[in-house]
């Protein structure tokens, strides 16, 4: 054999080679995942818990809390951590907003490209509270048929949206797509929004 034909063999087993090492766990996770062996991954990357289908939510307009009228249009553009409450905000809506803030903060240079929205029913807002620990909050009266048309897009299994106690995340366009539990940990959102602004181009 030439030294021609043996380096052209070599190389040959050398790509070959290569092709195995990035093929065989491919072809593997297909095997398992779709093969029959019925077998799952134990968690997916996400902290929280995905909202399918998407939840696209209704454009109406809702009154703020010193009154004004204001578009929930505001709620696409950036991405939203959402929470739902009574007005008068007790001991766990004031840790679901202090969570939804230092997650915000958290973002570091990318805070900017997220906002913080408190949809209530009843009266509000406890001040100097809201002012002076949540300056940036966008406050939204749910107590209207509007805010109500609204609300039934957060209803988590049974009992009203404002009592399940969850944080929520819609996306720049406007759609739910994640939620959280009240006693979720703060960091596994922290990771999954880093995670998503990282990949996300949607911006207005």
Same mark, same amino acid.
């Given at each position: 054999m030439s030294h021609t034909a043996v380096r052209v063999w070599r190389?040959?087993?050398?790509?070959?080679?290569? $092709?195995?090492?990035?093929?065989?766990?491919?072809?593997?996770?297909?095997? #398992?995942?779709y093969g029959g062996v019925g077998w799952r991954?134990?968690?997916t990357v996400n902290h929280g818990e995905l909202i399918t289908p998407a939840r696209p939510l209704p454009e109406v307009s809702l009154p703020t809390a010193d009154g004004? /009228?204001?578009?929930?249009?505001? #709620?696409?553009?950036?991405w939203t951590l959402i929470y739902l409450g009574d007005g008068a905000c007790d001991g766990p809506c004031r840790r679901a907003l202090y969570v939804m803030r230092q997650v915000r903060i958290a973002l570091n240079q990318h805070m900017g490209r997220v906002q913080r929205v408190f949809l209530y029913q009843g009266d509000c807002c406890d001040e100097p509270f809201f002012s002076t620990e949540h300056h940036g909050l966008i406050s939204l009266d749910l107590d209207s048929d509007g805010g109500r048309e609204l609300a039934e897009h957060f209803r988590f299994e049974e009992g009203r949206p404002v009592e399940s106690?969850? #944080?929520?995340? $819609?996306?720049?366009?406007? +759609?739910?797509m994640m939620s959280y539990? $009240? +006693?979720?940990?703060?960091?596994?959102?922290? /990771?999954? #929004?880093?995670r998503l602004l990282r990949l996300s181009h949607v911006e207005r």
């Open positions: 190389q040959r087993q050398l790509l070959g080679l290569l $092709a195995c090492i990035f093929l065989a766990p491919l072809a593997l996770s297909f095997y #398992l995942y991954p134990d968690r004004r /009228e204001s578009s929930v249009e505001l #709620l696409r553009g950036k106690g969850r #944080l929520w995340l $819609a996306d720049p366009l406007g +759609n739910l539990p $009240a +006693n979720a940990d703060p960091k596994g959102m922290i /990771e999954d #929004l880093k």
